[in-house]
């Protein structure tokens, strides 16, 4: 099971229960693999960071040669993981020419200084989501990545399913008609199963990681909602705590969206659920499609056989996981699923602009540049 078949609960419950996760996929990169390209590890507190050691491990083509964290302990640890040199200083990565690339997996909180650092070093980056803590702090990091002239592109693999993929296809193709509302919903049991109890606790720290529940999960529904649909011009939700298993962290949340183009959407995002059996939902006036339990219902007056009676199972090639396609642009082969630096910076801003809706009961612009 690869990371665009394993749902992130699927992925995070093996992580907190101490198992393997199984190792993604790994392409050889289009390149002469008798030069390899070297890259560092910059941060390793993120929950899926095992992932992309992993990828970094067994990507032919790609060398790890340096592991930094603020956590001398953890850069070590991650070091070891990696065969490579733990180093304390950042400078040492900045400096070497040798190093084409990072992978960011740090604190949220670390992230702004470490991008800005990055690239004013000209080092090409993956980083995790979410890109910042706040609209400002992101669009300040898209514009130094877009100025450096950097690859870049972070960890919303949702985009690589293929039912993702084909409702795109259909709603460039018009065979939706008008698209009237949406609805995108990633939950799973974290608070309920205390997954963040040990060394990810900081993710159950808004003031480290920037968000609770409803901005952790809720940023991979949101970046389909707008991948398919478009920007966002205000929000409004409802966002608490229920357990208060990690106090001061929201637990749950839903947020109502209103898009540029006049569609109107909805986002759950949650760490106290059960069960999330309907994770995306389309409603246009020739068209309705849903995806329930992992199959798309898919209804369509302009599509042949479409008629939503069954799951419908024609779908276009998928791209690999979003750490591949990184490793494979640094290769110089092209990805149209890279992530831009000015998409990631969209959906923090529309994040933040729904915990503020939370707090004021209100209605909130968001923040675009």
């Not at 529940?213 to 409004?236: C, K, P, Q, R």
């Not at 109502?256 to 949650?270: D, E, I, S, Y």
């Not at 999330?276 to 246009?284: D, K, Q």
Request: hydrophobic share 40%.
């Amino acid at each position: 099971m690869n990371e665009t078949s394993m749902t992130r609960r699927e992925m995070l419950g093996s992580v907190a229960a101490g198992t393997a996760v199984t190792a993604l996929p790994v392409p050889a990169l289009a390149q002469d693999t008798t030069k390899e390209i070297a890259v560092a590890l910059v941060g390793g507190a993120h929950i899926h960071t095992p992932q992309y050691v992993e990828a970094m491990r067994r990507t032919q083509g790609i060398k790890a040669k340096y592991a930094w964290d603020s956590d001398t302990v953890r850069a070590k640890r991650r070091a070891g993981e990696l065969k490579c040199q733990a180093v304390e200083d950042l400078q040492v990565i900045w400096n070497d020419p040798e190093i084409a690339a990072v992978v960011i997996c740090s604190e949220t909180t670390q992230h702004h200084d470490l991008v800005l650092a990055a690239a004013r070093a000209k080092k090409h980056m993956f980083v995790e989501k979410p890109l910042g803590s706040t609209a400002k702090e992101s669009f300040a990091m898209a514009a130094a990545i877009n100025s450096a002239n950097l690859l870049f592109t972070t960890g919303y693999f949702m985009r690589t399913m293929r039912e993702h993929l084909f409702l795109k296809e259909q709603i460039a193709l018009g065979n939706f008609g008008k698209i009237t509302r949406v609805r995108g919903s990633n939950c799973h049991s974290g608070s309920l199963g205390g997954w963040f109890d040990g060394e990810y606790r900081w993710m159950a720290d808004p003031k480290i990681a920037g968000v609770g529940a409803f901005g952790d999960l809720g940023t991979h529904s949101l970046d389909i909602l707008m991948w398919l649909i478009g920007d966002i011009a205000s929000v409004t939700a409802d966002i608490k705590i229920v357990t208060n298993h990690y106090p001061n962290c929201d637990e749950s949340g839903e947020a109502l969206l209103k898009f540029q183009n006049g569609v109107t959407g909805t986002l759950a995002a949650g760490w106290v659920d059960v069960d999330n059996p309907v994770t995306l939902e389309i409603s246009g006036t020739q068209g309705f499609a849903s995806i329930i339990k992992g199959q798309l219902f898919y209804r369509s007056q302009k599509v042949k056989g479409a008629n939503g009676s069954k799951p419908w199972n024609e779908f276009p090639s998928t791209p690999p996981p979003p750490i591949h396609q990184f490793f494979d642009a640094l290769a110089g082969k092209a990805h149209d699923s890279l992530v831009k630096p000015s998409e990631a910076a969209a959906r923090v801003a529309v994040m933040e602009a729904a915990y503020k809706g939370a707090r004021t009961q209100s209605w909130v612009k968001v923040t675009q540049r």
